[in-house]
């Protein structure tokens, strides 16, 4: 059984910076893409950043410019650093990783932006 686990949220300030992280336990093959994701309250949860094998990288409108996702491969790990953060930008951020064409998800981590 996958298990992944974020690190890395908090609380700041508008225009503030924040680094996620999402590693799994113990060792994985196969890993097809990786991706961040993020819910706010009483909203859908939203593709938020993803980044394939080939480390080709897709963003949601909402954060081009602002956000990069990296991955480090020894680790198996997934990275979101967080520029210019908006109170808008205030969610639960899930990583999520697509396994031998499964989903498996992390529990979550809580990013809250004051303005």
């Known amino acids: 059984q996958v298990q992944l686990v974020e690190s890395g949220g908090g609380l700041v300030q508008a225009g503030g910076s924040l680094r996620l992280s999402c590693a799994p336990s113990?060792?994985?093959?196969?890993?097809?893409?990786m991706r961040w994701y993020r819910q706010a309250p009483g909203k859908q949860r939203e593709l938020v950043a993803a980044?394939?094998?080939?480390?080709?990288?897709d963003y949601a409108d909402s954060v081009k410019g602002r956000f990069t996702i990296s991955r480090d491969n020894a680790k198996n790990t997934v990275y979101l650093q967080m520029n210019s953060l908006k109170p808008e930008d205030t969610a639960v951020y899930y990583c999520?990783?697509?396994?031998?064409?499964?989903?498996?998800w992390g529990q979550g981590t809580q990013v809250t932006v004051s303005s």
């Open positions: 980044i394939r094998i080939g480390q080709d990288t």
């Open positions: 999520n990783y697509l396994i031998s064409m499964r989903g498996y």
């Open positions: 113990g060792t994985i093959f196969s890993i097809n893409a």
